[in-house]
Structure formats: structure tokens, C-alpha cells
């Protein structure tokens, strides 16, 4: 039985799905076992497979790609314990455009430090592309990027978030485990 997807992304992003010569698509296809078709007019990508795993997987990437990614971070995702997040800046807007702005400006930072302050302590890709903010990274670092993200979003000051992200790394390289009962943590400002 065969499966398909479709996708709508961005145009400026097909020319990075395909790669030089198609190397990246073909290489997409092969790892995934799926065949994908790129409409370059209209935006629209259509991933066929047989396999729904495989299937669900080239989606994940393409979607990884499409939203700014380059895609060796994305092939992460084909590992199992590595997870796609994305976060819709527009839900903290109240709808204008220079609200967008400034707090895609609050999740990058000054010279991309809030990004990177981010990355690193939680192990984790972080991409602002557009409306949305995207992660990549294993499933429960994931977790704790997004809730960081989004307390900056929703206007928490960056140094209790990034005491917060402190608080986690430093607790979780002390072998423990994170519990999503721990991740949920609420901030105090």
C-alpha cells in the first residue's frame, strides 16, 4: 500500500530541499525510502512511500527544511530519539507585524546570543524562520527548549529563563533523569 504527504513551503526553501544537481532530494529519497516531488511554482511537495514510518520521517524533514534548516540538522531527525518542535510566534502576538518582529528579536538576541544561549544548554538546534520558531534536538531537551521559547515569547526576562536552562543542565549532568513533571517547572519573575 502506498502513502503520500503533501506540503506547502516556502519558495525561497525549494532551492535548498533539492541541492546542487538534486543531490539533497535524491539523498532524502534513498534515506527514506520515499520519493518526493518538488512543484517549484507552486510550493508544493509530495512525499510517496510505502513505508508510513519511512514516510512520516522524509515528512519531518522536509518540514525541517522548510522551516530554514539546513539539512545535515535535519537528517537528525531519522534518529529515533531526536524530535522536530515548532513553535508559532504568531500565538504571542496579538496579530501585528511589529510585535512579530521584536519577539523573533527576543528568541535570537543580540548578535544571536539568547539563540545560542539556548542551543547550548539544551543541546538542541534552534531556527527563527519566518512566523515560527524551530527545534531540533532529542525528544526531552526539546521539551525544555520549547518552554524556554515560549517564557521569552510570553516576555519573561532572559536571565530567568536562562537561569532556568542553567538550573536543568546542571541537573541532568548530574546523571539525572528529566521528568516532564520537571520540565513543566514554572518560572518566578
Given amino acids: 500500500m502506498d502513502y503520500m504527504h503533501e506540503l506547502k513551503i516556502p519558495k525561497e526553501r525549494i532551492a535548498v530541499l533539492i541541492g546542487t544537481k538534486g543531490e539533497t532530494k535524491k539523498e532524502l ?45 535535519a537528517r537528525l531527525l531519522l534518529r529515533s530519539d531526536y524530535a522536530l518542535v515548532l513553535v508559532n510566534i504568531e500565538e504571542f502576538t496579538g496579530g501585528s507585524q511589529k510585535s512579530l518582529n521584536r519577539l523573533r528579536g527576543r528568541v535570537i538576541g543580540q548578535e544571536g546570543k539568547s539563540r545560542k544561549t539556548i542551543e547550548q544548554d539544551t543541546e538542541t538546534y534552534v531556527c527563527v524562520y519566518g512566523k515560527t520558531v524551530g527545534i531540533i534536538g532529542e525528544s526531552q531537551n526539546v521539551d525544555i527548549a520549547r518552554i524556554a521559547v515560549e517564557n521569552l515569547l510570553k516576555g519573561s526576562t532572559h536571565t530567568s529563563v536562562f537561569k ?14 528529566i521528568n516532564k513533571s520537571d520540565i513543566k517547572e514554572e518560572f518566578l519573575e
Fill in 29 to 73: 529519497e534513498e534515506e527514506t525510502h520515499s520519493k518526493i516531488d518538488v512543484d517549484s511554482k507552486e510550493g508544493l511537495v509530495r512525499i510517496e512511500g510505502t513505508d508510513s514510518l519511512q514516510l512520516y520521517e522524509a515528512k519531518e524533514l522536509v518540514k525541517a527544511i522548510a522551516r530554514g534548516f539546513n539539512p545535515d540538522v
Fill in 164 to 177: 532556568w536552562l542553567e538550573k536543568k543542565r546542571k541537573f541532568s549532568m548530574l546523571g539525572n533523569k
